[in-house]
Structure formats: C-alpha cells, structure tokens
C-alpha cells in the first residue's frame, strides 16, 4: 500500500507539472464551467488542508499518521500552485464555502489536544476534510482542462480516506483512547 501511495504521489506531481506547462501556453483552450467551480473551490479547499497539515506536523504522535502527514504535504503545494494559476488565468475568485470545510472551533481544538486523542480527532477531521475533495473533484472530472488534475486528486484522497479510516479504528482500539472515539468511529464510516 505504501509502494502505491508514493506512485500515486509521483503520478499527481507530474500531472499537475505537465498541466501547468500546458496552462502556460498562449491560446490554450478556454474553461467550462466545471473548471471554474473545482478551482474556486479547491484552491481554499488546499488552503486548509495545508493548515491542517501543518497543524498535524506539530503536534501527531503516532509514526504512521506522521508519514501519512508527510505524503499529503508532498503534493498539496504543488496543486495548489497550478489551481492558483489556473485562477489568476481565468480571472476567478476562491470560494468562500466549500465540501469539506470545517468549523474554526474545530480546528482550534485540534491545536491544543495532546497524544493519542490529538491523532483520533485530527484523523477524523481530515477524513471529513477529503471526502469534501471528492464532491470537488466530481466537478473537476466533468471539467476540459481539470479533468486529469480532479481524476488524480479523487483517487488519492479516496485511498487516503480508507487509509485513515484504518488507522483511525487502530487508534481507537488503545487503552488510552477517549471514551468519544466510538461515537468518532460511527461518524467517519
């Protein structure tokens, strides 16, 4: 699985490289509809997945959320460099609601929760977070321009969820773990 991951990482970084070549090109062809809305969502989508990445690096303990945390920072950038791009080229503006959002107070809490129920809450904040990037990409696939970018994004963050699901159960199972976790488990599967 994590032979795949890393494939599956490499595969979006030459897409989205490929893609900003080709978006850089004088009279590329113009946008659908569908393009606009995936990039006005997904730029602020990326946004706060960048921030919850960065809020994960600080403060997760347990070794393979840390790696899982190291995977999704490896591409978000550069996506998120392209979708911005593609934005500036067409004129757009980040939308300031979108799948997968998640309340401040959420996030909030998330910085000063500690261990194991750091890495149960953040793990269930993220699963919600990527599963709003699949209503996104929905609309990215019917896309001319973003089809490829949406396809790669779906089906990484689709392998992310179960993956995260997974761990989250593993979690869930240590004596240490909050009484809340049952209820966090209901929600996420």
Known sequence: MRRSSLVSVATLLAVSLAVTIFIARPGSMPPKEDD?????QMIPHHH???RLIDEATLNSQDVRLRRLVFEMGSYHGT????LEAWADQW???PSETFPGALPESEIERLAISKSINHDIQWLAAMIRHHEGALVISE???DG???Q????TIWRIQQQQIEEMRDLLNDLCQAEDASPECSE????TF
């Open 148 to 151: 490829s970018m949406a396809a």
């Open 48 to 50: 706060l997945g960048m």
């Open 91 to 93: 004129a757009l503006t």
């Open 36 to 40: 606009k809305e995936f990039v006005e």
């Open 79 to 82: 996506e998120a460099a392209t």
């Open 184 to 187: 966090v488990l209901a929600e």
């Open 139 to 141: 609309k990215g696939r």
């Open 144 to 146: 001319r321009i973003t």
